[in-house]
C-alpha cells in the first residue's frame, strides 16, 4: 500500500515548456487535490476532484490544467510554465465525506 | 474566501520547553485539522477536532477548537528535537461539500534545539 505517490519528485523547465505531473492513490479515495506550497504562505489549492469525472477550479487555477483519469490518478498540467510557478507541489486524496487528507511526497518544480 | 492566520510563523525553543502555535479566523468552520510535515516529505495529519471547545491529546501534543471554531491552539510540553518541523492549521470551511475542501494557515516553522 504506497498511499500517494507523485513523479517526477524534481523537475526543471525553462520558461514557456509545458509538463504534467502525476500522482495516483492506491487507497479507493474518491476526492483529490492538487496544492502548491511557497514559502510563508501555506497550502494553496490549484484544482480538485471531487470524484472521478469532475474537477473544480481551486484558489490558484491560472496556468494550470487538471484531468481526471479515473478514480486513481489525477494529473496536473502546465502548458507555458512560467517563473512565477516555482514552487513545490503536492498531490492529496481523501475518503469522501472524510475530513482528513493524505499527501504526496510533493514534486519541486523550478522555472528558469 | 476564509482566511486562517497562524501564529508565530517562526518558533525557535530548546529541548525540554513548552510552546503553543495559535490559528485564528474571523470565520466558522466545521472542522479544523493539525498537520506536521517534515523537509522534502508531504503533511502529515496530527489531529482533527470538529465540536467547539473540543479538547484532544496526543501524547505531549494538545490541541485545542475554540468555542465559537474560529480558532485553535496546538501546545507542545517539554519539546524534544523530533518535533522539529512545519505546523499547518487547515480549516473545513462551514458548509462545505463532503469533498473536504480545506483552507491552510501559513505554517508555523518550529526548531527544538538540544
Known amino acids: 500500500n504506497a498511499g500517494v505517490t507523485q513523479t517526477p519528485k524534481f523537475q526543471v523547465l525553462k520558461t514557456g515548456q509545458s509538463m504534467t505531473l502525476q500522482c495516483a492513490q492506491d487507497?479507493?479515495?474518491?476526492?483529490m487535490y492538487w496544492y502548491r506550497q511557497d514559502p510563508g504562505m501555506g497550502l494553496r489549492l490549484i484544482y480538485y476532484?471531487?470524484?472521478?469525472?469532475?474537477?473544480d477550479k481551486g484558489e490558484v487555477p491560472n496556468g494550470y490544467n487538471v484531468s481526471r483519469l479515473n478514480k486513481r490518478e489525477f494529473s496536473l498540467r502546465l502548458e507555458s510554465a512560467a517563473p512565477s510557478q516555482t514552487s513545490v507541489y503536492f498531490c492529496?486524496?481523501?475518503?469522501?465525506?472524510?475530513?482528513?487528507?493524505?499527501f504526496g511526497p510533493g514534486t519541486r518544480l523550478t522555472v528558469t | 474566501t476564509q482566511l486562517l492566520e497562524q501564529s508565530p510563523q517562526f518558533l525557535s525553543i530548546q529541548e525540554g520547553e513548552n510552546l503553543t502555535v495559535y490559528c485564528n479566523s474571523s470565520?466558522?468552520?466545521?472542522?479544523l485539522q493539525w498537520y506536521r510535515q517534515e523537509p522534502g516529505e508531504g503533511p502529515v495529519l496530527l489531529v482533527t477536532?470538529?465540536?467547539?471547545?473540543e479538547v484532544k491529546k496526543l501524547k505531549r501534543l494538545t490541541f485545542q477548537f475554540g468555542d465559537a471554531r474560529k480558532d485553535s491552539s496546538l501546545h507542545i510540553t517539554a519539546a524534544q528535537t523530533g518535533d522539529t518541523g512545519l505546523y499547518l492549521c487547515?480549516?473545513?470551511?462551514?458548509?462545505?461539500?463532503?469533498?473536504?475542501?480545506?483552507?491552510f494557515g501559513q505554517g508555523t516553522i518550529l526548531t527544538v534545539h538540544p
Open positions: 492529496a486524496s481523501s475518503p469522501l465525506g472524510h475530513y482528513e487528507q493524505y
Open positions: 487507497m479507493n479515495h474518491n476526492s
Open positions: 476532484s471531487a470524484s472521478e469525472g469532475t474537477t
Open positions: 470565520s466558522v468552520f466545521s472542522s
Open positions: 477536532v470538529v465540536t467547539g471547545g
Open positions: 487547515a480549516g473545513r470551511n462551514a458548509g462545505g461539500t463532503s469533498y473536504g475542501k480545506l483552507t
